[in-house]
């Protein structure tokens, strides 16, 4: 299966010859907003200049409300500076203009990265192609366009990044002192990021990095601007574009440590052509198109690297602009331009649109849209006024746009094309799915029909994927290539469509029905989702089981979960997350099918006033419910994690107690029953093959295993009996609490697992459904992934000694391929530790490429140290994120992972 990267359009759409026109436009609180006819003629002056669309296009308006503008004629770039009024200003350059020339060794354009001041006293900076492969050149200007002679050598210095680079991603910023770091990324779109120190006098600054060149392994990214402390903040890029990170590196040319989780921060929202905006106090604003239907996402981090949750909904507010451009009901934007500061505390984001007219959304410092600004908070702004609604519009779109004292400036094309375009469909059109190691793929192959009109058919296709059964557009994008391969497509009926069109316009779709058949998981895992919340202010995700309060001591509630949260209507079993909210005396949760007896088991004990939480696997009875039974009145949470259908490995059984320590202990059979305090620092063989319903030999067993009356703070591991004793933990509990947690444990070849006890301690063991035949479930992989405690450690010395994690850190844990995890590993079992917490909270994990769910798998207090087991599925590049909203320490250790072979 191929995988496209998508296009950056300023750099790859070409237009035919046209003119350069600005337009300043007043920013009115009405979707008619006019031109401003105190600026040129009518608003609009017309540069004269033929061009291509290339990375050297920007306006920049200036504080004294003068523009400096810049376009691209090949092979010369020219800078002019208009008044305020948009006379040319003869002082500046050559009556007007600044005209630099020159040609790189691989492409059409000469300026690749520049600094367009704000304030006209200060001088201008470009990054300049040079006849090398991999060279560039640095030159400055002054405020008025002249060569700055005391800067390198007649103006300019020439350096050379050690990988060579792409031209398409190439940065440049000016420090306070003057001086400028160039970013680029590696050539051919390789994963590493160069940056190169220049001083105010022209040099290489040999201190930066190693050499004067600090260099980022596997990370793609472009520079976004500085804080004010004078670190460097840069955008780190995925997969086909995808937005994943934002990087914070020292004046050294180091990760700054301090920032995020060792120098980097996880983005919220995922999206593509993404823009950046560093905000006064050091928090970053970060613009993405969306790859869901084409709309926009804006995320913050604070200065700690940390999301904003007092932005927008998580740290993340999305829209469109559907309905706003000349009746159309289009809701796409084609990409961001910038994000900017505006008049009143507010933030302006400028994208493109589909048509080529230009969209902006005024956003409040919290996020939300500006309701006074537009249309509900945006506006779409034609770049020709004068077109009538549903007749003509331009071609080339808009190219940048500057804001200043309540006026906004357009630069664009005013080449004009049909609008809406006639385009014919591909021809042999074919739609496949295949299984891949670890997900189920679409793939999509065409011939497109050849169009006499260069204009509307310009190699590029808008693809989209829609789910039949509810409508929902599962992707949609823009590609210049035959085949388009999707992952993680779940089975089902849907429509996969193909559109021959340009970068802004779509045609006639070809369309065809496929078919995603179910494969044979042991299990599927899905995004957490809250189903029942009894609290009064508690909301889940389709607004069933919420707000009903709390549950008398004693009572059992029948919980409906098929259809909810992702779970199918053929599903045996699912894994929850169930927490106990402000019980009112001691107790326990058992959760149960209804359609049997209510078992001598539990899955979560409580403590009067303390909220716990506990991880297990469910099964469903027939009707697609579990019965919750509670023993004392509490508020309860349940979450769910994954599914486990028909088809799969999985076994589900009706709980069974297989260990019970204490005096009055019974089991299932008998065995392991009654036999005393375990003591500290021993290791206890426990049967489960051929207990119960239980398999001879089980490949894997779901348990609940409960520490019941400790005598000391410790902790439980379970190991197969025939291998070492691993460095991890299953349960964690505290002197005289009885805790409970849950995970999946693999015998040995005679059915045996060993528990062993750091201290003394009770043992009440329960299990409720096996994995048997080829699971693909492997223990090999036990070990510690993340201790931030000073002398943690982990398997691999990462991820270690970071100190106490502040409130709203999102980390990035890296799973796959560390230790003994497989690199190809689709998910994991672990355990989440909050040790020493210093504020009530909770901790989520989630994969890192979907938004972080309204669900939590621990609960903690002030002080108490707790766990909790979750199977996590891992992201395509093997990593999990982790938020914990109050700060603490934090260690996870890896039981065991799914391979694709049976996941």
Not at 169 to 187: E, K, P, Q
Not at 444 to 450: G, L, S
Request: proline share 6%; charged share 15%.
């Amino acid at each position: 299966m191929q995988r496209v990267r998508l296009p950056t359009i300023i750099a790859t759409f070409a237009v035919a010859t046209a003119a350069i026109t600005c337009v300043r436009t007043p920013v009115s609180a009405n979707q008619g907003i006019s031109r401003d006819a105190a600026f040129g003629t009518n608003g609009r002056i017309d540069l004269g200049d033929t061009f291509l669309i290339e990375p050297a296009n920007d306006v920049r308006v200036q504080s004294n409300g003068s523009l400096l503008v810049m376009n691209t004629k090949t092979p010369s770039t020219f800078i002019r500076r208009l008044s305020s009024g948009g006379a040319s200003d003869a002082t500046f350059g050559a009556s007007g203009t600044l005209t630099l020339t020159g040609q790189p060794p691989n492409g059409p354009f000469n300026v690749v990265a520049w600094h367009l001041p704000t304030s006209p006293t200060a001088p201008l900076a470009v990054v300049r192609s040079t006849a090398i492969e991999g060279s560039y050149a640095v030159s400055r200007f002054t405020a008025n366009g002249a060569v700055d002679n005391s800067f390198g050598t007649n103006g300019t210095v020439t350096a050379t990044f050690v990988d060579g680079f792409s031209w398409s991603f190439v940065g440049l910023v000016r420090l306070s002192d003057g001086s400028f770091l160039v970013t680029a990324v590696g050539n051919a779109g390789a994963d590493f990021t160069e940056m190169i120190h220049i001083t105010s006098t022209g040099s290489v600054d040999a201190a930066f990095g190693t050499g004067g060149v600090a260099k980022f392994p596997q990370f793609a990214g472009k520079v976004a601007g500085l804080t004010t402390d004078q670190r460097v903040v840069f955008s780190v890029v995925g997969d086909f574009g995808a937005f994943s990170k934002v990087a914070r590196v020292s004046s050294a040319g180091v990760f700054d440590s301090s920032y995020g989780t060792a120098g980097l921060a996880a983005v919220p929202a995922i999206g593509d052509q993404h823009q950046m905006f560093v905000q006064p106090d050091g928090s970053v604003v970060v613009a993405a198109r969306t790859f869901n239907g084409g709309g926009m996402s804006v995320s913050r981090l604070a200065a700690t690297g940390a999301t904003d949750m007092s932005f927008g909904v998580a740290g993340t507010v999305q829209f469109d602009f559907a309905g706003l451009y000349l009746g159309s009901t289009s809701d796409e934007a084609v990409g961001p331009i910038s994000v900017q500061a505006a008049p009143g505390n507010r933030l302006v984001v400028f994208c493109r649109t589909p048509v080529g007219a230009a969209g902006a959304a005024m956003l409040l410092l919290d996020g939300t849209l500006d309701a006074s600004f537009g249309v509900g908070g945006r506006a779409v702004i034609s770049s020709d006024l004068d077109l009538a609604a549903g007749t003509t519009d331009t071609a080339g779109g808009l190219l940048s746009l500057g804001l200043a004292a309540g006026r906004m400036v357009l630069q664009h094309s005013t080449d004009r094309m049909p609008w809406p375009p006639v385009s014919p469909p591909p021809a042999n059109f074919q739609v496949r799915t295949e299984r891949l190691l670890d997900t189920v793929g679409v793939s999509a192959t065409w011939t497109p029909v050849p169009n006499p009109d260069p204009e509307v058919v310009d190699g590029y296709h808008r693809v989209t994927l829609t789910r039949i059964t509810d409508g929902v557009t599962m992707m949609s994008q823009l590609v210049d290539g035959d085949v388009v391969g999707l992952n993680n497509v779940r089975h089902g009926s849907y429509r996969f469509a193909v559109n021959a069109g340009n970068s802004y316009t779509e045609g006639t779709p070809a369309v065809q029905s496929i078919t995603v058949p179910r494969w044979n998981r042991t299990v599927t895992p899905l995004n957490p989702r809250r189903v029942v919340d009894s609290r009064p202010t508690g909301a889940t995700d389709d607004g069933q089981y919420e707000g009903m309060g709390q549950l008398a001591a004693g009572s059992t509630t029948v919980v409906h979960l098929w259809g909810r949260g992702g779970v199918d209507t053929d599903a045996i079993a699912a894994g929850i997350n169930v927490t106990a909210v402000s019980p009112t005396a001691n107790g326990f949760v058992t959760v149960y099918p209804c359609n049997a007896p209510r078992p001598l088991a539990s899955n979560i004990n409580y403590i009067a006033g303390t909220t716990v939480a506990g991880a297990s696997i469910a099964t469903i009875d027939p009707t697609g419910g579990v019965c919750v039974y509670t023993s004392a009145a509490t508020h309860l949470l349940i979450d769910i994690t994954s599914e486990f259908v028909l088809t799969t490995h999985y076994t589900t059984l009706t709980p069974a107690r297989l260990a019970d320590s204490r005096p009055t202990g019974t089991t299932i059979d008998g065995i392991s029953a009654a036999m005393g305090r375990l003591g500290p620092g021993s290791t206890t063989v426990v049967r489960l093959g051929g207990r119960g319903s239980l398999p001879p030999h089980p490949e894997a067993v779901a348990i609940t295993m409960t520490a019941v009356a400790p005598e000391s703070n410790g902790f439980m591991s379970v190991f197969p009996c025939s291998a070492v004793r691993p460095n991890v933990a299953n349960l964690n509990f505290t002197s005289g609490r009885t805790t409970s947690n849950s995970t999946l444990a693999v015998p040995d070849a005679n059915g045996d697992i060993c528990v062993y006890t750091s201290a003394a301690a009770h043992l009440v063991l329960d299990a409720s459904g096996a994995l048997v035949g080829e699971a693909a479930y492997s223990t090999a992989a036990a070990g510690r992934l993340i201790d931030t405690r000073p002398n943690g450690a982990t398997v691999d010395g990462l991820y270690q000694g970071a100190g106490m994690l502040p409130s709203g850190t999102t980390t990035v844990l890296r799973v796959g391929g560390r230790g003994n995890v497989a690199a190809d590993a689709v998910a994991a079992s672990l355990n989440i530790s909050a040790v020493a917490p210093v504020a009530s909270g909770f901790v989520t994990v989630w994969r890192c490429d979907l938004e972080r769910p309204n669900t939590s798998n621990i609960n903690f207090a002030v002080g108490r140290t707790i766990a909790n087991s979750a199977v996590a599925t891992l992201d395509d590049q093997g990593d999990v994120c982790v938020y914990n909203s109050a700060p603490t320490q934090l260690v996870i250790d890896v039981n065991g992972a799914f391979t694709s072979d049976g996941f």
